[in-house]
């Protein structure tokens, strides 16, 4: 949580800067938040929440450069509903 997410980013690339800082902020975000690396369990997201941060990071990033929105990816809507109904 202490390397400033410009550094992380690289725009050449298509690794902007709000992309980089989402990235970090779900890997390792600071106390009171969940990550994927949280040292309690209890406050590290399911695996389909994940997954719906990163589609929906992707999805923004592809509206942003002009690119149509990308179907539904098999699974998204199970991942949803597991991570309502299981809390997995």
Avoid at 4 to 33: E, F, Q
Avoid at 35 to 40: F, G
Avoid at 51 to 77: F, I, M
């Amino acid at each position: 949580t202490d390397i400033d997410a410009a550094k992380l980013s690289d725009v050449a690339a298509g690794w902007p800067v709000d992309a980089a800082r989402a990235i970090k902020d779900l890997a390792k975000a600071g106390d009171g938040h969940r990550s994927l690396c949280h040292d309690s369990l209890r406050k590290r997201p399911t695996l389909p929440e994940a997954l719906l941060a990163l589609r929906a990071l992707l999805s923004s990033s592809q509206r942003g450069a002009g690119v149509e929105e990308a179907a539904t990816a098999p699974g998204d809507e199970a991942a949803a509903a597991a991570a309502r109904t299981t809390g997995y």
